[in-house]
């Protein structure tokens, strides 16, 4: 069973643009498993509230209560958490660390949009050899490139009218072209696989999730 554990982070960005609850049906039929964290619910209630661009916070919140109705709560071994509690870094929080370590006793792969938190795990990565490496991840770009794929100028266009939601995703979409929109998406992909050596990615460039 090929599992995906989701932060919180991108399941937020992911239900503002209207695409995640799509993007969760197509990992289903692909035969994933998805997990996300228990604080997910609350955490999007707060963010709902907080937000005066989300034009249908009904279906925000739809979205995030189907994600959360279909995943497991992540479970993490006693010694991955030995493991973890030698991770000692500010841009890495609690729910990461739990995502982190379920992925690595169930040979998972993570889904977040906190490239920080990436970065940060891979340092200790270097300076702990074999601890933790050939972990996988998945981008938020490469979750929102598999989007234009899947769902075509749909997802492109809600998209763009959010997408000052992330910085990255902003900066790509600002040209208002789909294809540019996806090279800037690529091109922020190969940055942090460049930077994160010690690390799997999932391939989404062709709308597969592999």
């Known amino acids: 069973m090929k599992r995906i554990y989701i932060d919180n982070?991108?399941?937020?960005?992911?239900?503002?643009?209207?695409?995640?609850?799509g993007l969760v049906e197509y990992s289903l039929e692909?035969?994933?498993?998805?997990?996300?964290?228990?604080s997910l619910k609350y955490i999007a209630q707060r963010y709902v509230d907080s937000r005066s661009d989300i034009l249908d916070k009904k279906?925000?919140?739809?979205?995030i209560n189907y994600l959360i109705g279909i995943s497991r709560e992540p479970q993490i071994g006693l010694e991955t958490i030995q493991v973890l509690q030698e991770i000692e870094h500010s841009d890495i929080d609690e729910g990461e660390l739990t995502l982190i370590g379920s992925?690595?006793?169930?040979?998972?792969?993570i889904a977040t949009g906190d490239k920080r938190a990436i970065t940060a795990t891979h340092s200790f990565v270097k300076t702990h050899p074999g601890v933790l490496s050939?972990?996988?991840?998945?981008t938020l770009e490469q979750v929102i490139n598999m989007a234009l794929e899947l769902f075509g100028n749909d997802a492109f266009d809600t998209i763009k009218r959010y997408c000052t939601v992330d910085g990255a995703i902003n900066l790509c979409f600002?040209?208002?072209?789909?294809?540019?929109?996806?090279?800037?998406?690529?091109?922020f992909v190969n940055s942090?696989?460049?930077?994160?050596?010690?690390?799997?990615?999932?391939?989404?460039?062709?709308?597969?999730?592999?």
């Open 59 to 63: 279906a925000f919140t739809e979205q």
């Open 134 to 138: 050939g972990l996988g991840f998945l």
């Open 103 to 109: 992925a690595i006793d169930n040979n998972g792969c």
């Open 30 to 38: 692909r035969g994933f498993e998805l997990y996300c964290l228990q």
């Open 192 to 210: 942090i696989k460049s930077d994160c050596i010690q690390f799997t990615f999932c391939n989404t460039e062709d709308g597969s999730l592999d």
């Open 174 to 187: 600002r040209s208002g072209c789909k294809n540019e929109a996806q090279t800037g998406l690529v091109s």
């Open 9 to 21: 982070d991108i399941g937020l960005k992911l239900a503002h643009y209207g695409v995640l609850r």
